[in-house]
């Protein structure tokens, strides 16, 4: 089954880039996703991150220049090649969250859905995604997604409740990456935890 990204009419490998480095250029932040990670990690512990839905790398990257072993998983070769570009270094595997692979691995602190993933997966997989990475996750480790909120795309609610049946139970919900409070609108950053503390 095709994700949506897969249909989308949205820029690929270097042109994905460019944004981003546009973006670096004009002095703006581009590593909202890999703060709030690190800042989690120092939190909770832990030191092994998932970036599922990576694209070009920029989130895993940035989280193994700070010292954290990350693997990378995409469905898109095209965005992956672009990691691999970057940093041969890193676990890069192409896969479906939807279908992952037992070789993908497990004992992750964190899993983050960073860029809009959980909105470009294929339509009614989203459960089935949310229900194949929680078991990825060290008791208490800390799944993190933050998403467009859009009439046509998964809700909230229904984020939420996908999350609970699969084992996870919510901890944060804020606006932006960096911790702006949730009063509504059109994106948020979700932080679910899986089982109990430790």
Not at 58 to 74: M, N
Not at 94 to 99: M, N, Q, R, S, V
Not at 122 to 139: C, I, Q, S, W, Y
Request: contains cysteine.
């Amino acid at each position: 089954m095709a994700t949506r990204w897969q249909n989308a009419d949205a820029p690929r490998g270097d042109g994905y880039d460019a944004r981003w480095t546009a973006l670096a250029a004009q002095g703006l932040d581009v590593h909202g996703e890999a703060d709030l990670v690190a800042s989690l990690m120092s939190e909770s512990g832990g030191t092994r991150v998932l970036d599922a839905g990576c694209g070009t790398g920029r989130v895993a990257i940035e989280l193994a220049r700070r010292g954290f072993s990350v693997t990378g998983v995409d469905a898109d070769a095209s965005m992956l090649a672009g990691a691999r570009a970057k940093a041969p270094e890193l676990r890069w595997q192409e896969a479906d969250l939807a279908d992952l692979p037992d070789d993908v691995g497990d004992g992750f602190d964190v899993v983050v859905l960073a860029g809009n993933v959980m909105i470009f997966v294929a339509p009614g997989t989203e459960a089935r995604v949310l229900a194949n990475l929680a078991p990825l996750l060290v008791r208490g480790g800390l799944l993190v997604a933050g998403f467009q909120l859009r009439a046509d795309r998964v809700s909230l609610d229904e984020y939420d409740r996908h999350c609970t049946d699969a084992g996870l139970s919510l901890v944060h919900r804020w606006a932006t990456w960096d911790r702006e409070p949730f009063a509504g609108g059109d994106y948020a950053v979700s932080v679910h935890r899986s089982g109990a503390q430790p």
